[in-house]
């Protein structure tokens, strides 16, 4: 019992034991206050060993990612020119039996030229000469390709020379001066 409370059971007029010494003192605030842990580390996971299986799943990972990534980036290699077409003269048909008397065949003549147009310079006349059309495209939208290259009415195929049309026997040209060169 504490003294306080010995003192109004005495006031009441009631007996009091008398309280031993060791409880007799109470403290009235409580100065001292229970000590407290200290504070905990964090936590750190716990290390985990790799295994032979681990290792090889990281390794299969990894190759796939490097082939993943070879596809996408991959060089591309420069397209190829399409294959020049090749003039195909018409030959006779073999007979099953030669005739008797051959006579013989004349040379075949070259194609005709156009004749030669006026006012055009004749150092790009000459290089349209030699110019090599490898296809040649009429109707809506007419093309000819030359060196691997597209060129449609309009596009300057050589310096100075501009394609104005293209007709399914000829090939016309112009150039700064509006002179005008026919190509068959």
Do not use: Y
Request: zero cysteines; hydrophobic letters at 45%.
């Amino acid at each position: 019992m504490s003294q306080i409370a010995a003192a109004l059971a005495r006031s009441k007029g009631k007996k009091v034991d008398p309280v031993p010494p060791a409880e007799s003192v109470v403290p009235a605030i409580h100065t001292s206050t229970p000590p407290m842990p200290p504070p905990a580390a964090p936590a750190q996971p716990a290390k985990r060993k790799f295994t032979p299986r681990d290792i090889a799943g990281a390794g299969a990972a990894g190759i796939a990612l490097l082939v993943v990534l070879f596809l996408i980036f991959r060089p591309t290699a420069a397209p190829e020119p399409p294959p020049k077409a090749k003039a195909i003269a018409a030959a006779p048909a073999p007979a099953a039996t030669p005739p008797p008397a051959a006579a013989p065949q004349p040379a075949p003549t070259p194609a005709a030229e156009a004749p030669p147009a006026e006012g055009f310079p004749a150092d790009l006349e000459t290089q349209l000469k030699a110019l090599v059309i490898s296809a040649r495209r009429t109707g809506a939208e007419p093309r000819i390709v030359v060196g691997g290259k597209v060129f449609a009415p309009g596009d300057e195929v050589l310096p100075g020379a501009v394609l104005e049309s293209v007709q399914a026997d000829k090939v016309v040209f112009r150039d700064a001066a509006k002179n005008r060169f026919e190509r068959r």
